[in-house]
């Protein structure tokens, strides 16, 4: 098996060959089980092997099987759409367009945001404007969108159409807009960026929608990762003075269970597609089959019954506490981001990188994830005390041998 992201040479080591999950540890082929600080990939916001959610994917699977979303629709799918749309507002949104990977649901937001102009007629709104340091996903069209370096010219992924600019302020966009406003169909911003948890700030959002009522491009929130309470609020754009036109979602939408995203639609955005009765050409085979639908319903209702969003403010006060102890580590700089987003920034070397970081606090009994000079941190938000504890403990180990080692 290839393994993402991997290097050949680390193939199947049993460190890193899961063989269980359960709750908020998994249990590796090397015999031992390590607690789960990122949620699987910001996922399982509800821990691992919710008996709910799973019944549910199983019953749709013997009352449904495959059903597809090709010129057609399912009950499955309506009733997925409508308590997503609960959720998210529906006083402000109206359709949902189901897809089956973050990377997938940005393609699709790009297509629909320069169809969406195409439609009334102004052809030069092409440009997607991104972020410098943003994740949106590796296929071809999100992995243009992303804002990291991640081998995009060896790729030859097409960035013609796509600009990035800085997220600390709104400094670079003014400028781009100044010189190319009248090209530019959507701004697409994470509100948390998930290469380092840096969240957007509040005059940035600000600015944003200034921007946005003075040149009129969309606005997307890209909330693959943010979304399900993984920051306090169900959506973190939910806590921004304005709604966006366009909200991602992904990850927490099934509690990780299934290959699973959804773009969801402004009525004003849908408008103009109903109007011209106009047919966005985006379709995947798999995207809002029945089971999926059913990991949705269930997903959001067992948000509810677990009252996972208070428990993860808790998690995130907690987190606090945690991250306040780390920060005295020579070895770290800072900490940041929000809710259960966090990074620990560290003062990197050759010997000290935030994957030898990571492979030591591993080692300590805990699962974390490198980013851009940073550990990042994305634990469930059904951690309780004896998890902080556990976690506190597997970073100052593994800090502190990555320090011995390194010395």
Request: proline share 4%; hydrophobic share 40%; glycine share 10%.
């Amino acid at each position: 098996m290839w393994e993402l992201l991997g290097r050949p040479s680390g193939f199947g080591a049993p460190e890193r060959t899961a063989t269980h999950a359960q709750g908020t540890r998994v249990l590796f082929a090397d015999g031992h089980w390590r607690l789960c600080a990122t949620s699987g990939l910001w996922n399982a916001n509800l821990g691992y092997g919710n008996r709910r959610i799973a019944d549910a994917v199983g019953k749709a699977l013997i009352d449904h099987s495959y059903l597809s979303l090709f010129r057609s629709a399912h009950t499955p799918a309506i009733n997925a759409a409508r308590a997503l749309l609960g959720v998210c507002g529906e006083e402000h949104y109206a359709q949902v367009l189901f897809t089956t990977s973050g990377g997938s649901a940005n393609d699709a937001a790009m297509k629909l945001a320069r169809q969406y102009w195409a439609l009334q007629r102004q052809f030069r709104r092409r440009v997607v404007v991104g972020l410098h340091g943003s994740y949106h996903g590796l296929t071809y069209g999100s992995h243009g969108l992303t804002g990291e370096s991640l081998a995009q010219s060896y790729y030859s992924v097409d960035q013609r159409w796509i600009r990035h600019v800085g997220h600390q302020d709104a400094g670079q966009l003014t400028e781009l807009l100044a010189t190319e406003g009248e090209s530019v169909a959507a701004i697409v911003v994470e509100p948390v960026l998930g290469t380092g948890a840096y969240p957007l700030s509040q005059q940035m959002v600000a600015d944003l929608l200034r921007l946005r009522r003075e040149h009129g491009f969309l606005l997307v929130a890209d909330e693959v990762a943010t979304g399900f309470g993984r920051t306090g609020p169900y959506f973190a754009s939910q806590e921004w003075p304005e709604s966006p036109d366009i909200l991602l979602a992904s990850k927490g939408l099934t509690n990780g269970t299934c290959a699973a995203a959804a773009v969801v639609v402004s009525a004003g955005v849908q408008s103009v597609f109903a109007r011209a009765d106009a047919q966005l050409v985006h379709a995947e085979t798999q995207a809002g089959s029945p089971s999926t639908c059913a990991a949705i319903v269930t997903s959001i209702e067992e948000v509810q019954r677990l009252d996972a969003l208070q428990n993860g403010k808790r998690v995130s006060a907690g987190l606090d506490s945690v991250l306040g102890s780390i920060t005295n580590h020579p070895l770290v700089r800072s900490s940041g981001g929000t809710g259960c987003f966090r990074s620990i920034r560290l003062h990197t070397s050759d010997e000290v990188t935030p994957t030898a970081v990571v492979d030591s606090i591993r080692r300590a009994g805990a699962l974390v994830s490198p980013g851009p000079g940073c550990v990042q941190l994305a634990p469930a938000l059904v951690y309780g005390p004896d998890d902080l504890e556990e976690l506190e403990r597997a970073l100052w180990d593994g800090l502190n041998r990555t320090a011995e080692e390194s010395s």
